[in-house]
């Protein structure tokens, strides 16, 4: 009898341990996931509003209208026109005559990204982009479940 007891002492122990670490791994793993969401998005949003200040026009979307594609004149020759578009889900930049180079990873998918040009007359050109950053997921489990609304506006510097 009191071998019995120590085993089911001992077994409810270990189910009370397991579900503990269950609930961590969980824990750390969503944790990673809202890490990665932010992370890539902060800086595919920086690195886009840094080159809208640093370009010398808007060739598209035009004036008042609202796109999927973003297209600048930049300074540099070379790497005039700059575009960022979606390619599927991931988020991409291509500088001049170069190739596109993805500017989120396989980890994150990018949707609904849109491009609003608020440029007035007689004022430097102003975009407004948004778009929504979610992790990969293709297990469906809920801690990789996480998605995010990234804004901002910036403004070419004349």
Do not use: C, H
Not at 66 to 72: A, C, F, R
């Amino acid at each position: 009898i009191e071998l019995l007891l120590y085993i089911a002492a001992l077994g409810i122990l270990m189910s009370g341990i397991t579900t503990f670490f269950g609930i961590a791994l969980e824990a750390r793993v969503k944790g990673q996931s809202i890490a990665e969401v932010d992370q890539q998005g902060t800086l595919a949003m920086e690195m886009i509003t840094q080159t809208i200040r640093n370009a010398t026009s808007i060739t598209a979307p035009v004036a008042g209208a609202t796109g999927s594609q973003l297209t600048l004149v930049v300074p540099t020759g070379a790497l005039s026109p700059t575009v960022f578009n979606l390619s599927g889900t991931t988020l991409q930049i291509t500088e001049g005559a170069g190739s596109a180079v993805a500017l989120t990873n396989s980890k994150v998918q990018v949707s609904s990204l849109t491009f609003k040009n608020l440029t007035r007359a007689s004022t430097p050109g102003v975009v407004q982009v948004s778009f929504v950053v979610s992790r990969t997921n293709p297990s469906n489990r809920k801690e990789y479940s996480y998605q995010k609304t990234f804004t901002g506006t910036a403004e070419l510097s004349w």
